[in-house]
């Protein structure tokens, strides 16, 4: 069994922190649909700007909306970029057959392309 990349969420932009928020990060709930990430999921996030890596759960949010919670926030600044990654356990004979989710973001965290997705979400 091998841990493969499941999804990614590439370039989102962060639109805001909270501090005072137990944890996590909020994330488009449209985002989270097209890149099979469900609430609560454990999610890796990548900060392109200062190459900060952690580790938290996402949670649904608005229209556009990327927000680190609690500790995190102090890891992000409102606009920078993020990468945000899920992982799954897969067996080796399932390899051939496997594709991740990788969805693509405008600077205003709108979709605009996938790979390994079916449809865009646009609800």
């Excluded at 200062?50 to 759960?57: I, K, L, P, S």
């Amino acid at each position: 069994m091998r841990i493969m990349l499941k999804s990614k969420i590439h370039r989102a932009r962060v639109t805001d922190g909270n501090i005072d928020y137990e944890g996590s990060i909020t994330i488009d709930r449209r985002l989270m649909q097209a890149a099979d990430i469900i609430p609560y999921e454990q999610v890796q996030v990548l900060n392109v700007n200062n190459g900060a890596r952690f580790t938290t759960y996402a949670i649904e949010g608005e229209k556009g909306e990327i927000c680190l919670n609690g500790a995190a926030a102090r890891l992000v600044v409102k606009g920078d970029i993020v990468i945000i990654l899920s992982y799954c356990h897969i067996e080796d004979n399932q390899l051939d057959h496997f594709t991740p989710k990788l969805v693509y973001v405008d600077a205003k965290n709108v979709i605009t392309r996938t790979k390994g997705v079916v449809e865009p979400v646009n609800a």
